[in-house]
């Protein structure tokens, strides 16, 4: 490893507010790789998560954070989670949908929507 990258990211510089979320992004390759070696050492349930991950990766943070409140119990309404799953499915995150998907029927059973 060069002495460069070793300067920048170091966690004197995260706590000084040198470095900024894109520098800590996971590669959604990286999260697919790990996904292979979860599933070959027998943890389905750990790939399918990192999976996720990688879908959620490349989609904007901002967005990301109004995944996780929409999912937070009473927050949203079936047609909420509804154009939740449509929009995830159209941008690529077809397992991320399905979560949103299995949610919405969850939240529905036990009473959990607004």
């Known amino acids: 490893m060069n002495d460069k990258f070793t300067d920048k990211y170091t966690v004197a510089?995260?706590?000084?507010?040198?470095?900024?979320?894109?520098d800590l992004r996971m590669d959604p390759a990286v999260l697919a790789h790990q996904a292979v070696i979860a599933e070959e050492n027998g943890?389905?349930?750990?790939?399918?998560?990192?999976?996720?991950?990688?879908?959620?990766?490349?989609?904007?943070?901002?967005?990301?954070?109004?995944?996780?409140?929409?999912?937070?119990?009473?927050?949203s309404s079936a047609e909420d989670l509804d154009a939740l799953q449509a929009?995830?499915?159209?941008?690529?995150?077809?397992?991320c949908a399905e979560l949103v998907r299995q949610a919405a029927e969850a939240y529905a059973r036990r009473g959990l929507l607004r």
Do not use: H
């Open 87 to 95: 929009s995830l499915e159209s941008r690529g995150a077809a397992r």
């Open 43 to 75: 943890n389905p349930q750990l790939a399918e998560n990192f999976l996720r991950a990688a879908e959620l990766a490349t989609i904007d943070d901002e967005d990301v954070m109004r995944l996780y409140e929409a999912l937070r119990p009473y927050r």
């Open 13 to 22: 510089a995260a706590v000084d507010g040198k470095l900024d979320l894109s």
